[in-house]
Nanobody
Framework: QVQLVESGGGLVQSGGSLRLSCVASRIIFNIYNMGWYRQAPGKQRELVASRTTGGTINYADSVKGRFTISRDNAKNTVYLQMNSLKPEDTAVYYC???????????WGQGTQVTVSS
C-alpha cells in the first residue's frame, strides 16, 4: 500500500519559516506528479504548490515568492520550503501524489501548520 508521510509542521510566529517534507514509500516516486495542498478550518482544500515529473511548477498566487516546492527522487521526498509565513497560512498541509494516466491519486495524513500573529 502506498504511503505518503508528511513532517515538519508546527507552530511558528508570523514572518517565520518552516520546511515540510513528504516521504513516499511503496511507489515508483519519479513517475508521479507531487503536490502540496492545504485545508484551513471551514474552507475547502486548495492547491499550494505542485511539481510534475517534467519539472513544471505551479504555485497558488497567495504563496508565490514565499514558498518553494522541490523534490528529491533519490530520496522519494518532496519538500515545501515556507518563508515569510502569515497567519492566513495556518492550515493542515497535505502531500499528494498523482499519475493521471493510471488514474491514481494518493494523499498523506497531513501536518498542521499554525502561524501566530
Amino acid at each position: 500500500q502506498v504511503q505518503l508521510v508528511e513532517s515538519g509542521g508546527g507552530l511558528v510566529q508570523s514572518g517565520g519559516s518552516l520546511r515540510l517534507s513528504c516521504v513516499a514509500s511503496r511507489i515508483i516516486f519519479n513517475i508521479y506528479n507531487m503536490g502540496w495542498y492545504r485545508q484551513a478550518p471551514g474552507k475547502q482544500r486548495e492547491l499550494v504548490a505542485s511539481r510534475t515529473t517534467g519539472g513544471t511548477i505551479n504555485y497558488a498566487d497567495s504563496v508565490k515568492g514565499r514558498f518553494t516546492i522541490s523534490r528529491d527522487n533519490a530520496k522519494n521526498t518532496v519538500y515545501l520550503q515556507m518563508n515569510s509565513l502569515k497567519p492566513e497560512d495556518t492550515a493542515v498541509y497535505y502531500c499528494r501524489a498523482d499519475k493521471p494516466s493510471l488514474g491514481q491519486t494518493f494523499w498523506g495524513q497531513g501536518t498542521q501548520v499554525t502561524v501566530s500573529s
